[in-house]
C-alpha cells in the first residue's frame, strides 16, 4: 500500500505504518455512537453550590497554592482568527460599497470601539493616505476592510486570536489575549512563591511572534501583578495528524503523489498535556477572557472549582491508600462506594451482586484516574458540548462532555434528549494529572479511541474526509474521574466573532 516515499514521509513525521492502516480501517468503520444514559442536570450530575460551600472550596484552594502545591495554566492557542471575519470576508469579496447586514453595519458603527481600531487607522493612513474615518466617509468600506485584513495591513485575518487587540486596559493600552491569561494566572493560578506558570500551544509560523509579544509584556507585567511567570510554548505534533482520505476512503494525495496529512483537532493536545509536570492544570480556551475590570467573577470561579478539586483528590487518595493496606469493611466500602456515586456521579448496577474484593478492585479502578472538575453554565443558545451521564465499556455509567456530532441524529429518543440539555461546558477545566502516590498518569492511557470524529472537507475544490482524534475535553478525558459544577453564564465570554468585542463585558 505504502511507496518508499510514503514510508520515508511516515518516518519523519514520526508515524508507524499501522498507526495509519488502523485510520484508514477507522474511515471504513467510522465511530460508534455514544450510548447515553440521561442529561446532566443540576442535582444528577451536576452540583450546585452555596455561598458557603463556594467560600469554603476557596479557602480550600488558598490553602493548596500556599502549602506549595505544584499549579500550571495550559491554554489552547494556535486557533486561527479567521472564523472571527468570516463575515467581513464575505463582505470584501461582495464589493459592495455599502454595508447591508446588521453585522455589517453592527461593526462599521462601533468601529472606533474596537481595542485596534488606533492600530487600524495607522494602517489605513499608510495603505491609502486617508484614516479610517475618511475612508468610510468616501465609501470605501472595503479598503477599511482590507487594512484590518490583509497581509499589507494588520493582517488580523491569517494571526490567531491569541495575538489580537482584544481589550483596552489602563493607560491608554490595550490587550491581547495572551495578557488577560498572564494576569488570570497571577491573579488564582500564582503559587506560594508567587510563580505563575503558563504553557501555551501554538502554532509553527507563529512561534516567533508569541516569544516577541511576551518578551515585550511580560517584564511589566511581573511588576504590576507581583509575580514570577514561567511562560513555556510548544507545538502540536506532527506525529498526531491523521491521514485524509478520498470519497472511496483510499488515501488522498496532493499533485505531487504525496500523501496528505491533516491536524487532528484539539484532541491532539493530550499528548501536550500529558508533558506537563504540574499536578494541578486549568485549561481555558485562548478567546474567553474579559478585562481586569470585568474579571471578578472569573477569577473567584476559577479558585471555586479548584478547591472543588484539590479536596475531592485528596478524599480519593486517602481512600487509595486505604484500599492498599487492607480489605477495607463492608461498611467502609459501602461508604466509598457512595462517594463516587454522589461526587462523582459513577455508578454500576454490577456493584450489587459484588463480594467485598471485587468491591475494593472496582473501587481501586474507578478512583485511581485522572481527576477533572468542569465549569457548566445554564445553556442560552451558545455553542459548546454539553453534559451527559454515559455508558462506559464496562457498563457503568459516569459524566462525560460529548458533541453533537456523537449522537445518532437518526436516533429520535437520542436528539431529543441532547435537545433537553440544560447546561453546557465552556471550556473551563481544572485537572489533577498526578495519581495518589505523586506519579504522573500516562494520559494516553485514559483515552476512549472510539470517541473521535469523521468530517467532510475540501483541497483545492476536491471532496475528501478527515479523521478528528477524540477532543481533549471529550474522548480524550472519557475515562478520567469528572466533577460537574454549575458556574454564572457570566464566566463565559469567548470571542467567536470581531463582532462580540463590542458586547460590554468586553468593555475595559
Known sequence: MFTEKDLEL????????????????????????????????????????TPKDENHYIKTWNHYRQSGGSIEKLVPASGAASRMFK??????????????????????EGLHSFAFFPLLNKACVRLYQLNASELLQAGRHVDVVKALLGDAGLNYGTLPKALLKFHRAAAGSVHTPVEEHLEEAAQYAADAHRVARLHFTVSPEHRRAFERLLAEKVRHLEQVWGVTY??????????TDTIAVTA????????????????????????????????VVFI??????????QRGVTTRYKKVLAGVLVESQYRMARMLNELDNATPTRKRLTEMLAWVEHALCTHSAATADMDDEALA?????????PLRVCGMVRNQGEPGGGPYLAYNADGSCSPQILEAAQIDADNPEAVALMASGTHFNPVDLVCYIRDYKGEKFNLKQFVDPDTGLISEKSVAGVPIRALELPGLWNGSMSDWCTIFVEVPIETFNPVKTVNDLLRPEHAG
Open 248 to 279: 472511496d476512503n483510499e488515501p488522498f494525495r496532493d499533485t505531487d503523489g504525496r500523501l496528505v496529512f491533516r491536524p487532528a483537532g484539539h484532541g491532539a493536545l493530550i499528548e501536550n498535556l500529558n508533558d506537563r509536570e504540574a499536578a
Open 10 to 49: 511516515l518516518k519523519i513525521k514520526g508515524v508507524e505504518p499501522e498507526q495509519i492502516e488502523a485510520q484508514l480501517a477507522r474511515f471504513k468503520t467510522g465511530f460508534p455512537w455514544l450510548r447515553v444514559e440521561s442529561v446532566a442536570t443540576v442535582g444528577r450530575g451536576i452540583a450546585r453550590l
Open 230 to 239: 514561567q511562560i513555556t510554548l510548544s507545538e502540536q505534533l506532527p506525529s
Open 284 to 293: 481555558k480556551n485562548i478567546d474567553n477572557v474579559v478585562p481586569q475590570a
Open 361 to 369: 478492585a472496582y473501587l481501586r479502578t474507578k478512583l485511581n484516574r
Open 87 to 108: 463575515n467581513l470576508f464575505a463582505f470584501a469579496d461582495s464589493q459592495r460599497r455599502e454595508p447591508e447586514t446588521d453585522f455589517e453595519k453592527t461593526f462599521f
